[in-house]
């Protein structure tokens, strides 16, 4: 079965950390791309960050450049999205996304809910 669980989301104050992982079962992980992307309430779906198949790029938006940073490993089939710095403006629903690389087959996890507040 395909899946995609993402973990670690919670309540943390401005200028926190959170680390959010993803890990995905029944596929090849190493031959899919993953992202993380986050929906804000009232907002569109929006792309957070991104990693190849191999881990040997990646890159995020400008509005979290300098703070999150996307990590892999395809021995434990895991991605992850560190988060410092938080900002209340990150308040969203985190999703995990792998899409194959040569299929383009997508796959999302469910979400996990981050919440920056004092």
């Known amino acids: 079965q395909v899946q995609l669980v993402e973990s670690g989301g919670g309540l943390v104050q401005p200028g926190g950390s959170l680390r959010l992982s993803c890990g995905a079962s029944?596929?090849?992980?190493?031959?899919?791309?993953a992202s993380w992307y986050r929906q804000a309430p009232g907002k569109e779906r929006e792309l957070v960050a991104f990693?190849?198949?191999?881990?040997?790029?990646?890159r995020t938006v400008d509005s979290v450049k300098g703070r999150f940073t996307i990590s892999r490993d395809n021995d434990k089939d895991t991605v992850s999205l560190q988060m410092n710095s938080l900002k209340p403006e990150d308040t969203a629903v985190y999703y995990c996304q792998i899409q194959g690389i040569t299929s383009g087959y997508t796959i999302w996890g469910r979400g996990t809910q981050v919440n920056v507040s004092s």
């Open positions: 029944g596929v090849p992980f190493d031959e899919y791309h």
């Open positions: 990693i190849t198949n191999t881990g040997d790029s990646a």
